[in-house]
């Protein structure tokens, strides 16, 4: 029942509702707030019995994970809230909101039937504002007796003793999760321990059976170090292979690998570990860390609160990763994620940094990267006939090694088949045949032929003034990411444009295609080795989301998918300040005019709906004018659909006329890619015009009409990528339209619309040249005046 509750809407508001109260408390007095807690406290237990349904977690503790993806299995969890996550940025109080989302993330984990042990920070600043609190009420009680007047401005507040704080706020600071926890069903103890704890074996036990007890009652223990006895640690006591605890990071480490935990996740206010510290130049976030990379590390200062730093950190995960324990440290402060940290980490997420004892044995996504980008600079500066010698040999390699692609393809299909996890359109998307080859081979070719005068050329020249002259060339974008579902086909017409237009290529392909995209990079690779750019295109065949991909602003200029109108949705939103070309529906129309020739219809319709109907570019919705309803023409498209078996649905106006009409369609905005289609009836061209711009994709719209002025309209009006007059939708295509292959198309109005070509992977850059020129040249007073004169553009010679 807990689990419904928890799932349901009502489980979100808990933040506000717990925060409204806690800061409705923020001008009383400490004692009335421990009050208003314990009040609070029993109010929540009123429901705090509620049976709940958990989720079986079985993991025998071993060695820590390899992979961020296996941390969904992760059972025990141990938490580690940083002093700098807890308090304010004055210091002085705790970050209500923050800890809030915390508490909510870990009680949804500990709902799923994990065991979460949570290591906080946070009882000095608590108590650092009681006591100022109680110091300001006293000294202008004594003050306002002495004087007759309150003057607080006035006061000085003394320097408070860190063990006194900690005194008084660890009440105050267990209360407050009490309250937090007890919304969830969820009950919490604390414990508070020292370094001796863990140096006498009988505390040790005890300590040890008291946190096992408290699991298995389904208890969240709430460990801190008690701040206000607890004695400086023992000088290189980490030598004889314990860790000392010396801060909540060494303790957390050494209560997981006590308590053999699956992961230990620190939290702190940096993202995870830099290669050197945050913020300084150049300075990388590294995503995977190993046993012995601390030669690549620069460490900087410690948080501006807390004991422990970077490096101690560092130490405590290398210790508990030793020690069988998975670790990752990440930003518990950052406003966009800390509301999502803890359960994106243990989705198995690329947040922070994750410590692992695999190296994997090739390169990582962002050497990955980097390497596209090095790589693809270098293919820009080539000559364009040695980049065009590149596709010309990757087009012959497709043909001579036909025999090897076709036998990877033929295990990709066995293997899809097998499993049966892919619908009927896309097994034949991951087909590959001898006639698809040759078709890549031709493209290729065409690809090659056009590439001679792409990069470097001007567009533009201006003589701004006398021997100062501007040039607009087009340039390469930079990397792009190409990401691609069941259609291995797609790698080399990508891979050709890239090589064509100078840029860096990451290709992520799906791994129902995995044999068969290895052998098509492994010949690419092979054709960029003739000139010595063979990092330029990689393929990514490492374990991360596409999510995790879209993140890499950093490496990646434009991100272009190509594959389910689902999988395009999903980029676009993952895609964090990146941009996206595409389209995510591919939902096309045809109009049927009163004045369409009855031979066209026919073919025109059954080409675009059943030639591949699971292509982007295929029919999905007839329009047909309401005066053909009950004629000749309109029997022969009926008969036509049925004899090739599409399954027609009927549209609201078009069921209106019918006795017995076909299914009616769920949504005109349906993209069946598949034998299946909508007809619809409206009054005239403009009615047309209006349900294409209302339900439409913009992708690409037919009209069928001998009537040219009818046409003309229909072709100036629909605001689509792709507009035609009596031809196919299937025409909507890179091959097809002359530019020898496509990356995709695109549905956007800015930069590339429709099929996208070389020209679409082509941005540009402004060249100036001058000589000693200054702008105070050009000045009232100054010696020199603008002339703005267009100046003929140079002829390249692409022989």
């Known amino acids: 029942m807990l689990s419904h509750i928890v799932s349901s809407s009502s489980f979100r508001p808990f933040s506000h509702r717990v925060l409204s109260w806690i800061r409705s408390t923020a001008g009383s007095r400490p004692n009335c707030l421990m009050q208003r807690l314990a009040f609070r406290l029993n109010f929540s237990r009123s429901w705090s019995n509620i049976p709940f349904i958990t989720v079986p977690l079985i993991r025998t503790h071993g060695k820590p994970f390899a992979h961020r993806s296996e941390l969904k299995h992760a059972k025990r969890i141990v938490v580690k809230l940083g002093s700098a996550v807890v308090t304010r940025g004055d210091e002085c109080g705790l970050a209500l909101g923050r800890l809030a989302s915390i508490v909510e993330q870990v009680s949804v984990l500990q709902n799923q039937g994990r065991e979460m042990i949570l290591v906080t920070s946070g009882a000095v600043a608590f108590g650092k504002q009681r006591l100022r609190h109680e110091i300001l009420l006293s000294q202008s009680v004594r003050q306002a007796l002495h004087s007759g007047q309150n003057q607080l401005s006035e006061m000085a507040i003394p320097v408070l003793e860190a063990r006194a704080c900690a005194a008084a706020g660890q009440s105050g600071l267990m209360a407050l999760y009490e309250a937090m926890f007890t919304q969830y069903s969820i009950c919490a103890a604390q414990i508070l321990v020292t370094n001796l704890d863990f140096h006498d074996e009988q505390k040790r036990r005890n300590l040890n059976g008291t946190l096992h007890e408290l699991l298995r009652m389904n208890i969240v223990p709430i460990v801190n170090t008690n701040d206000a006895v607890v004695p400086p640690a023992e000088p290189n006591s980490d030598l004889q292979g314990v860790i000392s605890v010396k801060d909540n990071d060494s303790l957390a480490a050494r209560l997981a690998v006590e308590m053999k935990t699956d992961l230990l996740i620190l939290l702190s206010d940096v993202e995870g570990l830099f290669d050197r510290p945050p913020g300084s130049d150049d300075s990388k976030l590294i995503d995977i860390f190993y046993p012995g990379d601390q030669q690549s590390v620069t460490f900087g200062t410690k948080s501006r609160v807390g004991l422990g730093g970077m490096e101690a950190k560092v130490k405590a995960a290398l210790w508990a990763l030793q020690g069988g324990t998975s670790v990752v440290i990440a930003n518990g402060t950052h406003p966009k994620v800390s509301g999502h940290v803890i359960t994106d980490i243990v989705e198995g997420k690329k947040v922070g940094t994750f410590f692992s004892e695999v190296k994997p ?14 790589g693809g600079r270098t293919l820009a500066t080539l000559m364009p006939e040695q980049r065009a010698e590149i596709i010309y040999r990757l087009a012959d390699l497709l043909t001579d090694q036909r025999e090897e692609i076709l036998l990877a393809n033929k295990k990709d299909m066995e293997e899809a088949e097998g499993k049966g996890r892919l619908a009927s359109p896309l097994l034949k998307r991951l087909s590959l045949s001898t006639s698809k ?13 056009s590439s001679q005068d792409s990069v470097g050329r001007v567009l533009r020249r201006t003589r701004i003034a006398k021997d100062l002259e501007l040039e607009q060339v087009t340039v390469p974008i930079g990397v792009l990411l190409v990401i691609f579902e069941s259609r291995p086909d797609c790698l080399p017409q990508v891979a050709a444009l890239a090589i064509a237009s100078g840029n860096g290529l990451l290709l992520k392909g799906g791994k129902e295609a995995a044999h068969s995209n290895r052998i098509l990079h492994h010949l690419t690779q092979e054709a960029l080795s003739l000139h010595g750019v063979r990092d330029a295109v990689q393929l990514v065949n490492t374990r991360e989301d596409v999510e995790d991909l879209c993140r890499l602003d950093k490496l990646i200029d434009l991100i272009i998918p190509r594959g389910s109108s689902q999988l395009v949705r999903d980029i676009q939103k993952a895609a964090k300040g990146v941009p996206v070309m595409g389209h995510s529906e591919g939902i096309c129309h045809m109009y049927v005019d009163t004045e369409a020739s009855v031979d066209k219809v026919t073919r025109l319709v059954r080409d675009s709906k059943c030639e591949y109907p699971a292509a982007c570019n295929a029919l999905e919705t007839l329009l047909i004018h309401r005066d053909l309803l009950r004629t000749p023409l309109f029997d022969q498209i009926i008969d036509m659909l049925r004899v090739e ?45 209006d349900h294409i711009h209302k339900y439409g994709s913009s992708h690409t719209d037919v009209i069928v009409t001998e009537n040219e002025k009818t046409a003309e309209f229909f072709l100036q009006h629909v605001d689509s990528a792709c507009v035609f007059w009596n031809a196919s939708t299937r025409f909507s295509d ?66």
Not at 361 to 374: C, D, I, K, L
Not at 648 to 663: D, E, Q, R
């Open 734 to 799: 890179g091959y097809r339209f002359g530019l020898g292959a496509e990356v995709g198309i695109s549905t956007s109005r800015i930069h590339a619309r429709g099929p996208v070509g070389l020209e679409g992977l082509l941005t540009t850059k402004w060249l100036l040249r001058g000589r000693d020129h200054v702008v105070s040249d050009f000045s009232e007073n100054g010696t020199l005046k603008y002339l703005h004169e267009n100046l003929p553009i140079p002829q390249r010679n692409t022989n």
């Open 361 to 374: 044995a090739g390169p990582t996504v962002e050497q990955q990267g980097e390497m596209a980008r090095s």
């Open 645 to 689: 078996q599409v399954k027609i649905h009927a549209g609201p106006k078009f069921a209106s006329y019918l006795t017995f009409s076909p299914s009616e369609v769920k949504s005109l905005r349906t993209e069946y890619g598949d034998l299946e289609c909508c007809i619809e009836v409206v009054d005239n061209v403009q009615d047309a015009i």
């Open 437 to 449: 080859l040759n078709s890549l081979a031709i493209g290729l070719r065409q690809i090659a032929a």
